[in-house]
Nanobody, 124 residues
């Protein structure tokens, strides 16, 4: 079993920044990709960003390209999401997820383990 704990969410004004962290513990894999997803009220959960094991393969949703940056520290089993130029439409619960594969994915059904989420609220 893998435990994922997100942190760093909060309330920020539009144009501000937040940095989310997600620490993985428990069962480890020789290599795995990590992703961030988000779910706004009354909306489906959607892909935000994903990063491969070595950090070379990175995917972003079009809505966050140029504003968000995903990174990871394998020594700490931690993935980060730096969010800049935040907009009210970024308001959501943000989830990190693990996929035991070298290849990152934008599809949530390909991720096996999920954190409980952290709330990000962007005020206008």
């Amino acid at each position: 079993q893998v435990q994922l704990v997100e942190s760093g969410g909060g309330l920020v004004q539009a144009g501000g920044s937040l940095r989310l962290s997600c620490a993985a513990s428990g069962r480890t894999f020789s290599s795995y990709t990590m992703g961030w997803f988000r779910q706004a009220p009354e909306k489906e959960r959607e892909f935000v960003a994903a990063i491969g094991w070595r950090g070379r393969s990175i995917y972003y949703a079009d809505s966050v390209k140029g504003r968000f940056t995903i990174s990871r520290d394998n020594a700490k089993n931690t993935v980060y999401l730096q969010m800049n130029s935040l907009k009210p439409e970024d308001t959501a619960v943000y989830y990190c997820a693990v996929r035991p594969s070298l290849i990152p994915s934008i599809h949530e059904y390909e991720y096996d383990y999920w954190g409980q989420g952290t709330q990000v609220t962007v005020s206008s």
